[in-house]
């Protein structure tokens, strides 16, 4: 069955730092994958996502490349603020439904 | 566009209780679906519905629990003789079909005491 492995957390970080949150699957076919981030009290957002092997996904900074011979998809973020701070999931999925990691917290401070 | 959204809120609930979540999707969204978050824990999908087609249920979801979603608009989860371990977090998200992107909504908060 599908599933997908992400750095545990809690991650803490000062402002303008490199963010990784490393993020590995197991599936059968060609999954797409995806990070959703989940910011304090708000609900889960799609964050970007990629459909095939070396496409790389990107948006408000971050990004993830769709690697298929590590079965990886880690977030990358050069230079993070401390609007930043939420929680993010990796995710996979192979026709409708979703899969998610358990999700790492990200704490930025000033 | 209001976005994917869901009542109540919060709901608490003595053990044994019923209650009843409703999820009202993006309006021209022909696919929805139900998730349970736990704390600590990354969304688990439960079931979806393609229109009022309930196509597919995890085994997460036990004979206390019923989803349905009437002429293919808004969907409802019951959930039958509450229990402890049915605390959580209840996601509804829905999407246009195929590989979009699904959008998720507020949550209904579930604690059973």
């Known amino acids: 069955g599908n599933s997908v492995t992400q750095m545990e957390g809690p991650v803490t970080l000062s402002e303008e730092a490199f963010l990784t949150i490393n993020c590995t699957y197991t599936?059968?076919?060609?999954?797409?994958l995806f990070w959703y981030v989940q910011y304090p009290g708000e609900g889960l957002q799609l964050l970007l996502k990629a459909t095939k092997a070396d496409d790389k996904g990107s948006n408000k900074g971050f990004e993830a490349t769709y690697r298929k011979e590590t079965t990886s998809f880690h977030l990358e973020k050069g230079s993070v603020q401390v609007s930043d701070s939420a929680v993010y999931f990796c995710a996979l999925s192979n026709d409708y439904k979703l899969s998610f990691g358990a999700g790492t917290t990200v704490t930025v401070r000033a | 566009d209001t976005g994917v959204s869901q009542n109540p809120r919060h709901k608490i609930t003595k053990r044994g209780q019923n209650v009843t979540f409703r999820c009202d999707p993006i309006s021209e969204h022909n696919r929805l679906y139900w998730y349970r978050q736990t704390l600590g824990q990354g969304p688990e999908f439960l079931t979806y519905f393609q229109n009022e087609a309930q196509l597919e249920k995890s085994r997460l979801l036990s004979d206390r629990f019923s989803a349905e979603r009437p002429k293919g608009s808004f969907s409802t989860l019951e959930i039958q003789r509450t229990e402890q371990g049915d605390s959580a977090m209840y996601l509804c998200?829905?999407?246009?079909?195929?590989?979009?992107?699904?959008?998720f909504g507020q949550g209904t908060r579930l604690t059973v005491v």
């Open positions: 998200a829905s999407s246009a079909g195929g590989r979009t992107e699904a959008f």
């Open positions: 599936a059968t076919g060609y999954p797409s």
